[in-house]
């Protein structure tokens, strides 16, 4: 229980809002005061995000955690905001391509493309848009200058408009890296799950979040370290 810093009673009754803060006045010395706001502690907020990239939504890590899941929501949020973009080497001898559906709001198709780098066995980048041309291009410009051997993908019609023709290798046969980081996404995402009561209501939180599990997956999460 707060007291008044004044007289250190606690015999105290609310006066009004000043600058979006409570301000309190003291029956015993008269005295007005406001009680300085004290956030969570950072070790919750990490808690939360280590639970929502093991696949909890907001509501359950709130309920876990004992705060608001709009707190949760927005700790991930400003999780995702600061993250830095992702290291990978100069040279990647072996690229796989994919891309997987979900949605925005509850009807709105999306994809997530994601390029993957089999023998350094992480995530190298992502595009979210359509499944268009226009999207895998703008992942192939994150991703070229470190194209130096084969880049291998399905038989999407798109990937022949993206990927230069000299590094471009189209089987199923030659996808499995990357099909088997689609289903870590699926798994460690509850957004992305299929037939779940999670789903993406905005475009920049799944970003977000595609990225924050990215970078966990690479141990390139900062905050976890």
Known sequence: MKNC?????????KDGIVKA???????????????????????????????????????????????????VFNWIKSFGE????????????????????????????????IAVDRNGHRFINCEIGTRGTETGIKLWEKIEDMAKGIVCADYWKA?????PKEFLVQSKAETFTVEGYNSLLRHFLARLRRKTKCYT????????????????RNNQLAILF
């Open 82 to 113: 600061k993250l830095e973009e992702f290291r990978n080497p100069e040279d990647i001898e072996i690229i796989e391509l994919d891309e997987m559906h979900t949605y925005i709001g509850s009807k709105k198709y999306c994809w997530i493309w």
């Open 21 to 71: 803060r409570q301000r309190y006045f003291c029956k015993d010395c008269n005295h007005h005061f406001t009680v300085e706001h004290v956030g969570k502690p950072n070790k919750l907020k990490r808690d939360a995000l280590i639970l929502y990239l093991e696949g909890l939504g907001f509501r359950s890590i709130g309920r876990f955690l004992n705060v608001s899941h709009v707190s």
């Open 159 to 163: 990937y022949n408009e993206i990927v």
């Open 5 to 13: 810093p004044k007289c250190k009673s606690q015999n105290f009754r």
């Open 201 to 216: 209501k905005a475009k920049h939180m799944l970003v977000h979040s595609v990225k924050l599990l990215m970078m966990k």
